[in-house]
């Protein structure tokens, strides 16, 4: 088993994540969309509570990427689920990788990755 910090592993973790960077990158939204984005940036902007259950953790997280983009907290709420959806990405491909070979993986990572339901919410804020 290969420990410590260089491990086989880094070169697809980098390449996961430059890969889904650029494509969620050419796919974010640069505003607020439709659905919950108008209420859920509001709520990140002003800390309130959006509608049940309330997400606090998502609305402290997201207040600071709300606050780095003043003129469109749309687009700083977009930016912090593209983050959010690449890790789920590197999340899935180190789930996958303790019992599978790491190409397997990675193709597992990258297909999950692409559907059009997690491309869709990786993109916008929902």
Known sequence: MDTGIFTKKWPYRILL??????????????????GDAGELTS???????????????W??????????????PGFGTNLFSMI????????VFEIVSLGAPLWLSFLVATNIGLFPQILNYSTITE
């Open 17 to 34: 994540f430059f890969l889904f960077l650029s494509i969620y990158s050419m796919a974010l939204s640069p505003g607020i969309t439709t």
């Open 43 to 57: 709520a990140a902007m002003v800390m309130g509570i959006p509608h049940p259950p309330g997400y606090p953790l």
């Open 59 to 72: 609305t402290l997280l997201a207040r600071i990427f709300s606050l780095l983009f003043p003129e469109n």
């Open 84 to 91: 959010v959806g690449i890790a789920s990405i590197l999340l």
